[in-house]
T-cell receptor, first 114, second 112 residues
Framework: DTEVTQTPKHLVMGMTNKKSLKCEQH?????MYWYKQKAKKPPELMFV???????INESVPSRFSPECPNSSLLNLHLHALQPEDSALYLC?????????????FGNGTRLTVT | EDQVTQSPEALRLQEGESSSLNCSYT??????LFWYRQDPGKGPEFLFT???AGEEKEKERLKATLTKKESFLHITAPKPEDSATYLC?????????????FGTGTRLKVLA
């Protein structure tokens, strides 16, 4: 079991649906991340939150909307996705984004867009 | 441009056959190098952090080393349960903030 919990584990959605991915950590980490991972590829950074404020947006399309309600929770709101957005979406946390501490990942949400 | 390259891309070993995985990096302002293990359909699992050249870390059959340009993950007498993708990542300063840059991974298969 990981210390970063992601729900749901699997999600199938149509291109007109609105859905949300959720992530939770209770390690006291102040930086939280969303990554996207395609098969046989490394994780690709999407967003970074530091102390609940968005610090990095890697030019992600607006159909992905992140939210950090508090220091333990991170959401990713999805709307009008495309089939090519199908991937494993990983949440991670670290002590701080400016500190050389490792990322701790959840087990991801496997997203399929039909 | 900051870059992380892993080799080989894939590796098949017989059980007990020791080998090494390579992670070469070109970054400015390296703050740390991290090794992860990823099983299919799961998130990467943290293994080691290395901060400075000459540093070594060990965990069971795994040993990670770091030089100024590369890191090695040595696997001694591997078992089938060591089969996974091994990722390395570096933390480097970029545009006033810090980013983790991942290599493309080595897919390891250990045969019984």
């Amino acid at each position: 079991d990981t210390e970063v919990t992601q729900t749901p584990k699997h999600l199938v959605m149509g291109m007109t649906n609105k859905k949300s991915l959720k992530c939770e950590q209770h390690m006291g980490h102040r930086a939280m991340y969303w990554y996207k991972q395609k098969a046989k590829k490394p994780p690709e950074l999407m967003f970074v939150y530091s102390y609940e404020k968005l610090s990095i947006n890697e030019s992600v399309p607006s159909r992905f909307s992140p939210e950090c309600p508090n220091s333990s929770l991170l959401n990713l709101h999805l709307h009008a996705l495309q089939p090519e957005d199908s991937a494993l979406y990983l949440c991670a946390s670290s002590l701080e984004d400016s500190y050389n501490s490792p990322l701790h990942f959840g087990n991801g949400t496997r997203l399929t867009v039909t | 441009e900051d870059q992380v390259t892993q080799s080989p891309e894939a590796l098949r070993l017989q059980e007990g056959e020791s080998s090494s995985l390579n992670c070469s990096y070109t970054v400015s302002g390296l703050r740390g190098l991290f090794w992860y293990r990823q099983d299919p359909g799961k998130g990467p699992e943290f293994l080691f952090t290395l901060y400075s050249a000459g540093e070594e870390k060990e965990k069971e059959r795994l040993k990670a080393t770091l030089t100024k340009k590369e890191s090695f993950l040595h696997i001694t007498a591997p078992k089938p349960e060591d089969s996974a993708t091994y990722l390395c990542a570096v933390q480097a300063r970029a545009s006033g903030t810090y980013k983790y840059i991942f290599g493309t991974g080595t897919r390891l298969k250990v045969l019984a």
